[in-house]
């Protein structure tokens, strides 16, 4: 099995970010498939020399069609750090999205109830009073308009799976290529979605830092 060099956004001896690819997957499924986490793991095995397993872990996760920065912890210290950040909502997300649609404003922000089918791996926006339904905010501001399409800048408030895709599409702003929920395009199976920044606390320093990733060139205004 051939493991390709990871796109290093940045490195030290706590943190490894790196920008993934679009079709490729954060952690394992039954595809066994290779991971960003077997990139990482072959990465600092090779250029540190380390024997044996290499630790790596996952403080948050990209979908497999989403692109952009994906932060890794090199040490549990820094993992147990990063995810309660992530759990208390002070990682501050930027994405970037090309959807189909309009709207009025220039601005605006998004509730709503989400819940997850586990089974199927699909996310739906559901009633408030739905058992298991989890509340979802998203900001969004348009940066470009083009032909039909809008190119937005997308904060999620809140980080539910799917959250982005799954909230854009049911405002009748389904992004591009993300034919799981509702764009007619087909891009063989790209998501115009990614993760353009990630700004956190440094685990160790406390500083805060922030981590993009260039905007891919199918994302740029024609």
């Keep these: 099995m051939t493991i390709p060099q990871p796109d290093v956004l940045y490195e030290d001896n706590h943190l490894l970010a790196v920008c993934k690819p679009n ?6 499924d039954e595809t066994g498939d290779v991971t960003m986490v077997d990139i990482a793991r072959e990465y600092l095995r090779v250029k540190y020399n380390k024997p044996g397993n290499v630790f790596v872990g996952v403080v948050h996760r990209l979908d497999r069609p989403v692109s952009g920065v994906l932060l890794f912890a090199r040490t549990s210290k820094a993992a147990a750090r990063l995810s309660d950040q992530f759990r208390r909502g002070t990682v501050h997300k930027v994405y970037r999205a090309v959807v189909a649609g309009t709207v009025d404003e220039s601005e605006g922000e998004l509730t709503d109830w989400l819940q997850k089918d586990r089974q199927k ?24 308009r083009q032909r039909g399409r809008l190119h937005l800048e997308v904060e ?7 959250q982005i895709r799954v909230q854009l599409s ?13 764009s007619t395009v087909r891009t063989g199976g790209r998501v115009t979605l990614h993760a353009e920044t990630l700004q956190f606390d440094h685990p160790t320093r406390k500083e805060r830092m922030t981590v993009s990733a ?9």
């Design 23 to 28: 079709g490729v997957l954060t952690m394992g």
């Design 121 to 144: 791996n699909v996310v739906s926006c559901v009633s408030e009073d739905t058992p298991g339904a989890q509340k979802s905010v998203l900001r969004y501001r348009v940066a470009a």
């Design 156 to 162: 999620p408030v809140t980080g539910r799976s799917h």
């Design 170 to 182: 049911s405002h009748g702003l389904p992004i591009i290529g993300d034919t799981k929920y509702g």
């Design 214 to 222: 260039e905007i891919p060139s199918e994302f740029q205004v024609e």
